[in-house]
Nanobody
């Protein structure tokens, strides 16, 4: 399974970006997908995740109401719409896939078996 993240860039605070994660090499609908980020000098953290069907999602508190994760199973792609961006959102964002069917597992980094390379997001004040 291969994952390709794209869509990063530089924006001013309050702006928007849309990240994409294209998944190939296996049946896309078998995988839950999560977005992670790692800021300079900080540990990687999960940002949000979506279940295999797309019916369930998870967000960390700091992005709730600003970020929206969605998936298009026909296009084998997961999207992350990021609005009202803040400087603290600056990080390298990566997507990852795992075969768990349990919603409670979406927050667990250990269930994600496949990782894509990161795309950099820079938010200036």
């Amino acid at each position: 399974v291969q994952l390709q993240a794209s869509g990063g860039g530089s924006v001013q605070a309050g702006g928007s970006l849309r990240l994409s994660c294209a998944v190939s090499g296996s049946t896309f609908s078998r995988y839950a997908v999560g977005w992670f980020r790692q800021a300079p000098g900080k540990e990687r953290e999960i940002v949000c995740a979506v279940s295999r069907s797309g019916s369930s999602t998870y967000y960390i508190d700091t992005v709730k109401g600003r970020f929206t994760i969605s998936r298009d199973n026909a296009r084998n792609t997961v999207f992350l719409q990021m609005d009202s961006l803040k400087p603290e959102d600056t990080a390298v964002y990566s997507c990852a896939a795992g075969t768990t069917r349990y919603i409670a597992d979406l927050t667990r980094t250990a269930i994600y078996d496949y990782w894509g390379q990161g795309t950099k997001v820079t938010v200036s004040s």
